[in-house]
C-alpha cells in the first residue's frame, strides 16, 4: 500500500496526516480483502457460475459440432448414386412394398433430411414416439388425423406427402 499525504483544515491550524491507498494488484485481491464474507462469498458464487455456464457453452457447441458431422455424413451417403429396392426378396419368394412401409419409408425420409430427430416430430405431432418410429418403420398403419399432423410437423400438406408416396411407389413399382 502508498501513503498518501492528507492535509485537513481545522481552524486555523494546519494538519497533515498519513492516509493508506491500496494499491491496485493483478489477481484483484487488496479488493477481496475489502470485502465483507457475505461479498466474498457472493463474488466466489458468480465465478462459480460463470465457469459452468462457459463449461455448458463449450459442451453445447461439441455437441452441435457431432450433429453437423453426422448430418454431413448423412448427406455424404445420400448423395451417393443408390440403386431402388424395387421388391424385397424374403427367403426365396418376391414381396412387394405395402403403402404402409411406403408411407414409413418418405416420412423418415423427410425427418432425416430435415435434421430433426424423432422427438421433436412427435412432440410437435402430437404423436407418441414409440408409434411415430413403428409407423415410419412401416410396423404400424397411422390414420388420416395422424398423417396429417405428422406432416404439418414435417412442414408438408398431407396432400403433399400422399404425392411424395405416390411418387416413391411408382418409383418402386417401375
Not at 32 to 61: I, N
Not at 99 to 104: C, K, N, Q, V
Request: charged content about 30%.
Amino acid at each position: 500500500m502508498n501513503n498518501m499525504d492528507m492535509m485537513t483544515f481545522t481552524e486555523g491550524q494546519t494538519e497533515v496526516k498519513k492516509v493508506e491507498v491500496p494499491t491496485p494488484s493483478r489477481n484483484g485481491t487488496a479488493r477481496m480483502r475489502e470485502l465483507t464474507p457475505a461479498q466474498r462469498r457472493a463474488v466466489m458464487f458468480a465465478q462459480q457460475q460463470v465457469l459452468c455456464a462457459r463449461a455448458a457453452k463449450k459442451a453445447k457447441d461439441e455437441r452441435q459440432a457431432a450433429l453437423v458431422r453426422m448430418w454431413q455424413e448423412e448427406d455424404a451417403e445420400t448423395a451417393k448414386p443408390r440403386t431402388v429396392i424395387r421388391k424385397r426378396e424374403t427367403m426365396g419368394e418376391v414381396k412387394e412394398v405395402s403403402l404402409r412401409e411406403a408411407i414409413g419409408h418418405v416420412l423418415r425420409d423427410l425427418r432425416t433430411h430435415d435434421h430433426k430427430t424423432l422427438r421433436e416430430v412427435s412432440e410437435k405431432a402430437g404423436v407418441s414416439l414409440g408409434y411415430l418410429s413403428e409407423v415410419e418403420r412401416g410396423q404400424k398403419e397411422a390414420s388420416s388425423e395422424l398423417l396429417a399432423s405428422i406432416s404439418e410437423s414435417l412442414g408438408l400438406s398431407t396432400s403433399q406427402m400422399l404425392r411424395m408416396v405416390a411418387d416413391y411407389l411408382d418409383s418402386v413399382d417401375a
